[in-house]
């Protein structure tokens, strides 16, 4: 069983926790708990190892070669939104498989880099699905 611990701004937050040996990992950014829990669940049950995040920069320290998919909300603390984050992940790696969510912010034409699939809040679980599997295959066509 490969455990994932994870660190948020108030201390330690619940561990992912897979019997495969070698799971996709999710990287889910969100300053929102309920939030975060709700799509940790649903990746979990997908079978994603889930890292956590409550800010960019905690996501942008948390980024690693493990990471096939960030899933995160546009407004969060710091100077940094979840739209400047998607562009900084994708220019980092542009191999990664993005997703933004947001309740309150919906981007403009050119906010999202292509290939980042925008879903609006409250959303449908098989809209997330979607939108996590049109990344994924963006992803895959530009390996």
Known sequence: MKIVRNEGAGGPLPLAMTDDANPMTALVVEDEMLCRLEIRDLLEADGYAVVEAGSAAQALDRLDGSVVLVVTDVRMPGPMDGLALAREVMRRRPD????????LVAPRPGDL???????ARPYLESRLHQAIGQALAARDAHE
């Open 96 to 103: 990664m498989a993005v997703v933004v969510v947001s309740a």
């Open 113 to 119: 880099p292509e290939g980042v699939p925008f879903v």
